[in-house]
């Protein structure tokens, strides 16, 4: 078959999106985008014409930056030069409305709905930075007082999977919520989990986020060009609910109820215990057990699966 029509069939593909508005206080569910390629696309996914965010760099010029929107968070978060449009507001705007869509999900739509696949790649973003959760692709949804289940057939994402999902196929409304924690610490920090490296250790993003955290010194966490002077006490307050996201056991980590009282309130936050995958060789070994029974999709980091739905 042509290269060109398997990149057809590839590009040929359903997006089911869970939008919301933070304003009006409206989730909208199951709107389906269809998504057909065309000449030129990949350029157009990585910067085109339908929509321009202007930002100012430090010499108070303005610069455009043509993006194409929706446009997943990662093309921008993870970008060198695109990052630069995410300022501080735009990013706590930013988790805070992925924290109120998980919640829905998992706690006010008629049926309880586990993602199984959260990651900077499956959040859009509007011209307004408003996030939308997408790709409902391996989501379970569950009736009555439900809230998990165990497969032996692990799907989703290294880098976000929770312990109890990648290593025992065990998945709750807290395998979202530590792949929430984890998203949040990429968007504090600018980096990716998987593939993170320090000079001083050889923790991964969690883990350096958490040896900051056991130190005292979480703002080192945070890109220096962001200028959090003026939130530090939100800054600090947004990674220490990261932390609790991503904590090791299950029954440790908030729901996502909670985590939403907690980005909206200043009260005490429990001490955050240890993240689970916070080494490289964690991840490796868990990603090397569970390949046994699954294949690799073609970008090397999604499991995917033929699984009865």
Not at 148 to 158: L, P
Request: proline content about 3%; overall charge positive; glycine content about 8%.
């Amino acid at each position: 078959m042509a290269s060109s029509e398997l990149d057809s069939k590839r590009w040929k593909r359903e997006i089911r999106v869970v939008s919301f508005s933070l304003g009006m206080g409206m989730i909208l569910l199951s709107l389906i985008l269809y998504i057909r390629r065309r000449k030129k696309s990949n350029q157009r996914l990585r910067g085109g014409g339908l929509g321009r965010i202007f930002a100012d760099n430090h010499n108070d010029e303005s610069h455009k930056k043509d993006i194409e929107l929706p446009l997943s968070l990662d093309l921008i978060l993870f970008d060198p030069v695109k990052s630069a449009v995410l300022d501080w507001p735009k990013r706590f705007h930013i988790i805070n409305g992925i924290a109120r869509g998980l919640m829905y999900l998992h706690q006010d739509s008629r049926l309880r709905i586990i993602h199984r696949d959260l990651k900077a790649s499956n959040i859009l973003l509007d011209s307004d930075m408003n996030p939308k959760i997408s790709d409902f692709g391996l989501a379970r949804s569950f009736g009555g007082n439900e809230t998990g289940a165990n497969t032996s057939r692990v799907v989703g994402t290294y880098g976000y999977m929770s312990p109890e999902y990648a290593a025992d196929g065990l998945f709750s409304v807290k395998s979202d919520v530590f792949s929430f924690g984890v998203l949040v610490l990429e968007i504090v920090s600018g980096r990716r989990n998987r593939g993170f490296s320090h000079t001083d250790h050889h923790y991964n993003l969690l883990g350096h986020a958490w040896r900051l955290y056991k130190e005292g010194r979480s703002l080192e966490l945070v890109q220096a060009y962001l200028g959090v002077s003026g939130n530090l006490s939100e800054v600090l307050r947004l990674i220490h609910v990261g932390l609790l996201c991503v904590q090791q056991c299950p029954e440790d980590r908030p729901n996502m109820s909670s985590v939403v009282l907690m980005l909206g309130n200043d009260g005490v936050l429990p001490h955050a215990k240890k993240p689970g995958f916070f080494t490289e060789r964690d991840l490796f070994t868990a990603e090397s057990s569970t390949r046994t029974n699954a294949a690799s999709s073609i970008n090397e980091v999604t499991i995917t699966l033929l699984e009865a739905r």
